[in-house]
């Protein structure tokens, strides 16, 4: 039988960490790597009013041209404090050698996206190609996410979205800090 050591995926002996470089085709995206946490405010028409939440976002490589993509809220209280989980979200941003992002993204909730845009030196812009939605999933017609570095600590985020019957709008916006590179 075929034994995974836990190191496994590839460890490059000649990085001092032993994480594989990144490929090049990672190159306008290098700044998303890492772990980022922030806070955000939300509003929907469906949602009985504005909300603001926790947010919690890791993106890492294995070496090849693209990135693993992991997310998750929290709904929060008044005080700062968790309420419940909210939002949760994985997937995969494929890079192409025109700078085109391809992204594959999952919910628990039985919804999945493919997202397209570009990836430029600071920015991420991606629209909805398609999504699949399961028999009883809220019906999501499309959504549109940007992600800006301000600076190589501060990332914005801003998700729009067309769903139940309403008009593409603003559905969250958030300022993440780089917590790990």
Partial sequence: MFDLAPEYPYRDSTRPDGTPAPHALLAPVLGLL???????RGQYPTIDGEFTYAQEVTFSHDGRPFLRYEARAWLIGADDTPVRPAARESGWWRLQPDGRVEALITQPTGIAEIAVGSAAED?????????????????????????????????????????????????LSARLRRTTA
Avoid: I, N
């Fill in 34 to 40: 890492g772990a980022w946490r922030g806070r955000g």
């Fill in 123 to 171: 920015a991420v812009d991606l629209a909805t190609h398609q999504v699949a939605c399961a028999p009883t999933a809220k019906d999501v017609e499309s959504t549109r996410r940007r992600y800006t570095w301000e600076d190589a600590d501060t990332l914005a985020f801003t998700h729009d979205m067309a769903a139940v019957g309403q008009p593409s709008q603003h559905h």
